[in-house]
């Protein structure tokens, strides 16, 4: 039976009007019941799961025999119209239009029949384990059926969820095979607990596939599991999740642990293990940069040979390689792991050292290099490559933290461990080159110098710090600056001024740390007050020439007077004098509250006063002796002298307060103030021992009125307690006398009139003082 368009193109004629109607409105209906004969085939295969096979094959035939004839009347009818376009626009129009509608739901035909074509095709692939050919299959089905069919408006809504449900099965169906085949290929064995000896059981295995009749095919297989994988978008998340395993069990603890190394073995017919194993106990804290390099390298090496090079693999993702994806996601991580746990370590502590890093900067380069060569790297420069080439300022920044660190150590010990400083000592000062300018104005004013040369000279030891005791800490504290700005000279611009200022923040840690944390030290304990005095006075003192010895070895601006310490001596000096003030306070308050207790030396008939104020002057008396004992051979001797007497000073001043505060002084109380005063005297003098050797102490005892303002005073009082009226006037000789000398006429009547009775000799007297 011949087709309806068949018919038509047998006319020779022009067709007529009504009879084009007719063929189109006969078509219209035919194409119609072949919609709805598909749609109800397609709903009862993806929607109902009814098996036709028979039937959807006849459909098919079909819906092709319709296409045939819908393109031949198309054609057929846009040449009429063409020929008739002045006769009768508007009729034909509506006959286009209403074929295009026919035309529209052919297309949608088609569509549903590539969808029903890819699907089981692409299942046939999959049991054929054809992953390529499976995953392409569907993601044409995708892009061309089932994208195509939501972009029409009139496609109907159940049988297009069905479609696309039966899409997303597939996919996930495929994408799970798939990462079978994965886990079967790349099969990592990891520890379960953490430490080092957990590493030793970390294990990749690169397996070779195997067929179901043991025929072993590993580059074929992986390349479609990785080719499939690719195609359907999930390549990049195996690869994400692969490299955070690589980082964390196999990367970063090459890099960690010096005693860790990696051994690849070749196992026949299950492929290639990599296994981490534990080298013989090393002491070394930390791998070289050589070292973990060549460790890093062989487990990237035999990753690129067996699962992402480009040999025998042409898999990519976009324009890029599995070895480069690979890199850029663990690069960033592993270049810092290197960084932190190698590299900073391999940087020398001393610049003399600074010339053999060129051999690590050189492995450094070899490394980028091979990662370049097997596209694990892009570009030229990285972090890790800068980090190696400026060692320069991470030699001084080094420098600089371990400076600081070693300071605050320093600070932070014990002070009481003390060395003696004698007049001769010096700084063991670096011998450093003469500058040539120097050299030349040396020879220049040489004449000059000797024909100045004063005949009288200053003493050797002028301008030398007295004998003393200091704490040991801060002599090192002092031979790390001395070494620290070593390293200076000679050193870059940059690396000089960040060791220069650290050397300034060293000593201005000392200002701010040491007075804090021994704060409670220094106040309960005079001996360490009295270190930290010398401590503070000794920095002060080689403060002032330490900037002036490097200043002409420094590159500028440093050269040009800004290397100087000299700005700091006045701020060391008044702490040292703070923190022995302070003590000096402390020890004048105890003094002051041992004499309290003397009931103000009143009534000293009364034998329980007595006591009392015999026990007081006896407390007094041990404390200074004590005080002398645990500053002497620490203080310089000046120090100790004007230290002592300063104290002794206080506590006769406050016996003759209280002593010419007495209105009433009987024979019997002046016998017992004139014994416990003359006390004070014998043994007051005996607390002056600034040194050790006994013989050379008798010199400093004998000098007690030069230290004590209140001496003299002192023994007049005593006079007076025991003479008589006439020898008092006889001391007084007009206010010319040595009592004139220590009291004033008021303070001599009072004591007068204290001592003696009311007598015509005494009012004499009285007024014999004036």
Not at 112 to 123: G, R, V
């Amino acid at each position: 039976m011949a087709s309806f368009v068949t018919e038509v193109l047998a006319s020779s004629g022009k067709l007529e009007k009504e009879d084009l109607s007719s063929k189109i409105s006969k078509m219209s209906r035919k194409v119609e019941d072949t919609k709805e004969e598909v749609c109800d085939m397609i709903n009862k295969r993806y929607g109902d799961f009814l098996p036709s096979l028979q039937g959807s094959e006849e459909l098919m035939v079909q819906v092709d025999e319709v296409s045939k004839e819908m393109d031949a009347l198309k054609n057929c009818i846009e040449t009429e119209v063409q020929q008739n376009i002045h006769v009768a626009v508007a009729e034909y129009a509506k006959l286009k239009q209403q074929l295009e509608k026919n035309t529209i739901i052919m297309t949608m035909l088609g569509h549903l029949k590539q969808f029903h074509s890819a699907m089981e095709e692409s299942n046939k692939a999959l049991l054929d384990k054809k992953y390529v050919d499976a995953a392409n299959h569907l993601e044409r089905v995708r892009a061309a059926s089932v994208d195509s069919l939501k972009g029409w408006k009139t496609s109907q809504l159940p049988l297009l969820s069905a479609l696309s449900s039966e899409l997303t099965v597939q996919r996930e169906n495929l994408i799970y095979h798939l990462g079978d085949e994965w886990k079967r290929l790349v099969i990592w064995s990891l520890p379960s607990s953490k430490g080092l000896k957990s590493f030793l059981k970390v294990k990749l295995n690169l397996s070779h596939g195997c067929t179901k009749d043991g025929e072993a095919k590993p580059t074929a297989l992986l390349r479609c599991v990785l080719q499939a994988l690719a195609i359907q978008g999930d390549l990049q998340h195996k690869i994400k999740l692969f490299s955070q395993v690589l980082l964390k069990t196999m990367l970063k603890p090459l890099v960690m642990y010096p005693s860790l190394s990696v051994r690849v073995t070749e196992q026949q017919g299950e492929g290639t293990v990599l296994a981490l194993q534990c080298l013989e106990e090393s002491n070394k804290e930390r791998s070289t940069p050589s070292q973990v390099y060549s460790k890093l390298l062989l487990v990237l090496r035999t990753l690129y040979s067996h699962l992402l090079g480009t040999g025998h693999l042409d898999v990519s993702i976009g324009d890029k390689k599995l070895s480069a994806i690979l890199g850029e996601l663990i690069w960033e991580e592993m270049s810092k792991c290197i960084i932190h746990e190698c590299l900073l370590y391999s940087i020398p502590t001393n610049s003399s050292q600074l010339e053999k890093y060129n051999t690590v900067i050189k492995e450094t380069e070899e490394f980028e290099k091979s990662l370049k060569e097997m596209e694990f790297l892009q570009g030229d420069s990285t972090d890790l490559l800068k980090y190696a080439r400026d060692v320069n300022c991470h030699f001084a920044s080094k420098k600089c933290k371990d400076v600081i660190v070693a300071a605050r150590k320093l600070m932070t010990s014990k002070m009481h461990n003390t060395v003696k400083i004698t007049p001769d000592y010096k700084l063991r000062l670096p011998k450093l080159p003469v500058p040539a300018s120097e050299l030349k104005v040396k020879h220049d004013t040489t004449k000059n110098e000797i024909t100045m040369e004063n005949k009288k000279q200053l003493s050797p030891w002028s301008m030398c710090l007295p004998a003393c005791r200091i704490s040991e800490s801060v002599q090192q504290l002092m031979e790390l600056a001395l070494n620290t700005l070593s390293e200076a000279v000679g050193s870059s611009t940059q690396c000089a001024l960040q060791l220069f200022f650290t050397v300034r923040n060293v000593f201005q840690l000392f200002y701010d740390v040491v007075p804090t944390y021994h704060k409670e030290n220094l106040l309960k304990f005079p001996h360490l007050a009295a270190i930290q005095h010398n401590n503070c006075m000794y920095l002060a003192h080689h403060l002032l020439t330490l900037g002036h010895h490097f200043r002409a070895h420094l590159p500028q601006p440093l050269s040009e007077g800004v290397a100087t310490f000299v700005d700091m001596v006045p701020g060391f000096r008044k702490l040292g004098a703070q923190c022995f003030l302070a003590q000096m306070n402390v020890q004048r308050a105890e003094l002051l509250e041992r004499l309290s207790t003397a009931h103000n030396f009143s009534n000293l008939d009364d034998e329980d006063n007595y006591i009392a104020a015999s026990k007081a002057v006896r407390q007094v008396i041990h404390q200074l002796k004590q005080l002398g004992t645990v500053w002497q051979d620490v203080l310089p001797v000046s120090i100790y002298c004007k230290a002592m007497g300063n104290l002794l000073n206080t506590a006769i001043t406050e016996v003759i307060s209280k002593i010419m505060m007495l209105e009433d002084i009987s024979s019997e109380d002046g016998e017992h103030l004139h014994t416990l005063c003359q006390t004070i005297i014998e043994e007051g003098p005996l607390v002056f021992i600034p040194l050790a050797e006994e013989n050379k102490n008798k010199k400093y005892q004998e000098e007690v009125p030069l230290y004590v303002r209140k001496w003299s005073t002192f023994k007049e009082l005593v006079i007076v307690l025991r003479a008589s009226l006439q020898e008092i006037v006889d001391r007084w000789a007009d206010g010319k006398g040595p009592l004139a000398l220590e009291f004033s006429s008021s303070e001599v009547k009072n004591l007068i009139r204290a001592l003696f009775q009311n007598t015509e000799r005494r009012a004499v007297a009285l007024t014999k003082i004036r």
